[in-house]
């Protein structure tokens, strides 16, 4: 299995708290992407990475920022949380020298109250 | 209008029967084409990717019409552990990018 680790797993928050997710992987693929995924809807991108500091919005990125100033690492940050954004998110990688298939980190839930 | 269009189900299948999902795309340029299943909980995983000849991996087959830009997966004799949900996926990256774009997925019950 690719090394895709997404820290926190599960965060409890409060209305109008910053909340920030970290998406790290040990694979050196180029791209990453934050999704969240909520009932009715399926996966829908938040933001992507395609390099270093080189990011770029998805489907529904309002309200959220992203910053990868590493390889391996990208971070997921919701300013001021609101309760629209109780979902699970998913981070994933893909190496653009292989078949196209993205690997997945487990998951992170979040629910804002 | 959402790009990628799947029926979300559920269907609802006997073990042994055969099932098929449908998915539509509404960019012409699109360049990829993958299922992926999803278990209850967890993260989606490939399950296999979709060629414009069609392709086979045991009792799964996938078709992709790119002039009707349609995608399809049909499983035969399903199993109890077929039961999941199935994301269609589009890349529809352009100029080297790669945004893979996720249907809403097609719930997936097998029982005996």
């Known amino acids: 299995d690719a090394g895709i680790t997404q820290s926190p797993r599960h965060k409890v928050t409060e209305t109008g708290t910053p909340v920030t997710l970290r998406c790290h992987q040990t694979?050196?693929?180029?791209?990453m992407y934050w999704y969240r995924q909520d009932p009715g809807h399926g996966l829908r991108l938040i933001h992507y990475?395609?390099?270093?500091?080189?990011?770029d919005k998805g489907e529904v990125s309002d309200g959220y920022s992203v910053s990868r100033s590493k390889t391996e690492d990208f971070l997921l940050t919701l300013e001021s949380a609101t309760s629209s954004q109780t979902s699970v998110y998913f981070c994933?990688?893909?190496?653009?020298?292989?078949?196209?298939?993205?690997?997945f980190g487990e998951g992170s839930r979040l629910t804002v109250l | 209008r959402k790009e990628v269009e799947q029926d979300p189900g559920p269907f609802n299948v006997p073990e042994g029967a055969t099932v098929a999902f449908n998915c539509t795309y509404s960019?012409?340029?699109?360049?990829?084409f993958f299922w992926y299943r999803q278990d209850c909980r967890k993260e989606p995983k490939l399950l296999m990717s979709?060629?414009?000849s069609g392709n086979e991996d045991g009792r799964f087959t996938a078709q992709l019409n790119r002039a009707s830009q349609y995608i399809s997966l049909l499983i035969r004799d399903s199993k109890l552990s077929d039961s999941a949900t199935y994301l269609c996926?589009?890349?529809f990256g352009t100029g080297g990018s790669y945004i893979p774009t996720f249907g809403r997925g097609t719930s997936l019950i097998v029982h005996p």
């Open positions: 994933a990688t893909h190496d653009s020298a292989n078949t196209g298939e993205l690997f």
């Open positions: 694979e050196n693929h180029r791209y």
């Open positions: 990475s395609y390099g270093v500091k080189d990011t």
């Open positions: 960019n012409s340029a699109s360049q990829s």
């Open positions: 979709v060629y414009s």
């Open positions: 996926v589009v890349n």
